[in-house]
């Protein structure tokens, strides 16, 4: 089945701890993005890749950092998180860039005490 | 940014009945997708209309597209319950990011 898997689906944490999301597509997409979703704010992107080791910033990418070594995995990482990135985060990834149609995870609620 | 903007916010209305709601952006666009969003899940595309199109069905959607305004709407007729949603429209802007408006919470009563 194509699908974009996200883990975990709930984290919570503390203020400084890094941590990873992890994200993962079966279906050999070039383009792979991170959203952030808050209330009253919709969604908006953190990082995108369009291929291996291609990488660029969003919207909002401060406090945020993303790797591409393989073309199946984009994780998002915070390297000390703090309590103004609790929010709904969600992976996508499409074949033909941001213009085309986009596969979305089931999200990773985090919360940063 | 935003490049969409959707309205209205909110919408509650009866089964059975059709929704409607709108879509503005700010800059050209080479296609417009929207997309619905069951609480708190993943969101999952609904229909991409590209900038040459005015019109496009697939089931009970019905998606406009005006280049001349700027907007774009959704319709979704004989609603059901399990339509309740969030609907998001998005363009591209820039040359490989997707922006999203803020979405538009529909609540189908039954």
């Known amino acids: 089945e194509a699908q974009v898997t996200q883990n975990p689906r709930y984290l919570i944490t503390v203020t400084g701890k890094k941590l990873t999301v992890t994200c993962s597509q079966n279906?050999?997409?070039?383009?792979m993005s991170w959203y952030r979703q808050d209330p009253g704010l919709g969604l908006r992107q953190i990082y995108y890749?369009?291929?291996?080791?291609?990488?660029d910033k969003g919207d909002v990418p401060e406090g945020y950092k993303v790797s591409r070594k393989e073309k199946r995995n984009f994780p998002l990482i915070l390297e000390s998180p703090s309590p103004n990135q609790t929010s709904l985060y969600f992976c996508?990834?499409?074949?033909?860039?941001?213009?085309?149609?986009?596969?979305f995870g089931s999200g990773t609620q985090l919360s940063v005490l | 940014s935003q490049q969409g903007e959707e309205d209205p916010q909110a919408l509650s209305i009866q089964e059975g009945e059709n929704a409607t709601m709108n879509c503005s952006y700010k800059?050209?666009?080479?296609?417009l997708q929207w997309y619905r969003q069951n609480s708190g899940r993943g969101l999952v595309h609904l229909i991409l209309?590209?900038?040459?199109?005015r019109e496009k069905h697939s089931g009970r959607l019905r998606v406009t597209l005006d280049t001349s305004k700027k907007s774009s709407s959704l319709l979704i007729t004989a609603s059901r319950a399990a339509d309740t949603a969030s609907y998001f429209c998005a363009t591209r802007v820039g040359n490989n990011r997707l922006a999203f408006g803020k979405g538009n919470q529909v609540v189908v009563i039954p």
């Open positions: 279906m050999n997409h070039e383009y």
């Open positions: 890749s369009m291929n291996v080791e291609v990488t």
């Open positions: 996508a990834s499409s074949t033909g860039g941001a213009s085309e149609k986009l596969f």
């Open positions: 800059t050209s666009i080479n296609n």
């Open positions: 209309i590209r900038s040459n199109e």
